[in-house]
């Protein structure tokens, strides 16, 4: 059986505190560690969608409704629906490791990274059904 859960899959949480909310695989451990032996993945998400933007508005609203929060986590495969979409083109650093996550600074630049990555590619116009809200 081939692998499903790669680097740059669009996954779906589907329970805890992110539940509905898109993630994209950012680091697949298949075997687990050596504390959890169970297949797990870091993803990087939007906690936060984007808020509509309209011509009309000004410079300053149209940045402020672009903002986007996202969270880094480490999930259980059991918890994540992949989806059939990639987003290779992201280049989300895979050099992060699960002690980077557990460190509060490196957690933090972490999040800055992706939450500039996310930004530029939502004001790029890419990827729109990437940062609509899941409606269910």
């Known amino acids: 059986m081939g692998k499903i859960m790669k680097t740059g899959k669009v996954v779906i949480v589907l329970s805890g505190r992110y539940a509905g909310r898109k993630g994209i695989i950012m680091k697949s451990l298949e075997e687990g560690t050596n504390d959890k032996q169970f297949g797990q993945a870091i993803i990087a998400g939007i906690q936060r969608y984007p808020r509509r933007v309209s011509r009309k508005m000004s410079k300053a609203k149209v940045h402020k409704n672009c903002r986007i929060k996202p969270f880094v986590k480490i999930f259980n495969y059991n ?58």
Do not use: A
């Open 79 to 136: 918890h994540l629906m992949p989806t059939r979409y990639n987003v290779s083109d992201l280049s989300i650093d895979n050099k992060y490791t699960i002690k980077d996550l557990k460190d509060p600074v490196k957690r933090k630049k972490i999040r800055f990274q992706i939450r500039m990555r996310l930004e530029d590619r939502f004001k790029c116009g890419r990827n729109k059904w990437f940062f609509s809200k899941l409606r269910f």
